[in-house]
């Protein structure tokens, strides 16, 4: 399954009500990321003068190889069943789409869209079991193709994280795009529409880079107040605007990305413990998956202000500090930041 990987429930607990912030961070290149959540509902307005439009678009850094990952949700109000997915059109030489790797996740809008929908596409990322096995696509010169799509019911959320790598035989120019349709017999690929408007403040955008590493932190045993909340989940954003314009929006949750940090354990408490590492949502209901050291990946359950996740457990010495490499991807509809921090046992 490819979100098969166990959860760790929150329990009720006080967490330190001071922190510090992490917000320094540096790329990790290799993978560019694209995130269309914006418009997050889709209306049947936007389909007044179109039957089809395009919800975001990127043009393909004319390179000769470039790896994608790609974050799509999106809310279907229009009373009727739609249709959205991506589709890559090349102005250029042929183009080959290969590697292609997706999960998709679909729930009831105003249900438990963290827990039915984002949870499972954060643990198949993060735990590397996204569905691979999809056929290589061969788009033409001045041709467009789809890689994938995906029907969408009224009153429905569909959340979808995809990996592909588009190469040429020369320097590539081309798109891809997001495309709906109003209804699910229309043909994706043989719309190419402008971007339609933003909506309120939903991310959307593309990036470069699709991980980063987050400067280290220290949690001190000794200190039962200190908490640290990540920059991957605050101001100014991992991945931010870029644009004065109003056709991208910052995306502060990372949302399909993949945060990586440091944290150091030092237990001053002066007598031999048990470090537990807590993780603490700051800014409302947060769910994802996270990797704690040589630990398997772990879905984490939705968790709220007063609760909190036990994430590893140390056995630490007097004096012994342990440095530990966590990963952490946020789920679909997650609100942030999040923290850390030590409680002794």
């Known amino acids: 399954m490819p979100c098969s990987q166990v959860n760790l429930g929150a329990v009720t ?9 992490s917000f320094g961070y540096t790329p990790i290149s290799g993978t560019r990321l694209y995130v269309c959540d914006n418009p997050e509902p889709l209306i049947s307005n936007y389909f007044t003068n179109a039957s089809m439009i395009t919800l975001w678009e990127d043009q393909v850094p004319a390179t000769l190889k470039v790896k994608y990952r ?16 991506l589709t890559v059109g090349s102005a250029g030489s042929p183009i080959t789409v290969s590697e292609i790797k997706f999960e998709t996740a679909v729930t009831t809008n105003g249900g438990d869209i963290l827990t039915n929908a984002g949870q499972c596409l954060a643990k198949a990322l993060l735990g590397k079991t996204l569905t691979s096995g ?41 798109k891809i795009r997001t495309v709906a349709a109003k209804n699910a017999a229309q043909v994706l690929n043989t719309h190419q529409g402008p971007v339609i408007g933003t909506v309120l403040t939903h991310p959307r955008g593309t990036w470069n880079y699709a991980d980063v590493q987050g400067d280290n932190f220290t949690l001190s045993l000794g200190s039962s107040n200190v908490s640290n909340s990540v920059g991957i989940l605050g ?10 314009n109003d056709t991208v929006y910052p995306n502060p949750g990372s949302y399909g990305g993949i945060y990586n940090v440091n944290i150091t354990i030092t237990n001053t ?24 050291g040589s630990n398997a990946v772990n879905g984490i359950n939705k968790v709220k202000a007063g609760e909190a996740v036990k994430v590893g457990a140390f056995s630490l010495a007097i004096g012994q500090s342990i440095t530990v490499p966590v990963q952490l991807t946020t789920a679909g509809g997650s609100s942030t930041p999040i923290g850390f921090f030590v409680r002794g046992l």
């Open 13 to 21: 607990m006080s967490a330190p009500a001071e922190y510090s912030t």
């Open 70 to 85: 790609v974050f799509m949700w999106h809310h279907n109000e229009t009373g009727n069943q739609i249709k959205y997915g």
């Open 134 to 174: 999809t056929a290589d696509i061969s788009v033409p010169t001045n041709g467009v193709r789809t890689v994938k799509e995906f029907t969408l019911e009224k009153n429905e959320v569909r959340g979808v994280i995809m990996e592909f790598t588009l190469t040429s035989a020369n320097l590539m120019v081309a």
């Open 235 to 244: 101001t100014p954003a991992v991945f931010p605007e870029y644009s004065s």
């Open 269 to 292: 408490s002066g007598r031999a413990q048990t470090a537990n590492l807590y993780l603490n949502p700051r800014g409302g209901l947060y769910a994802g998956a996270i990797k704690v």
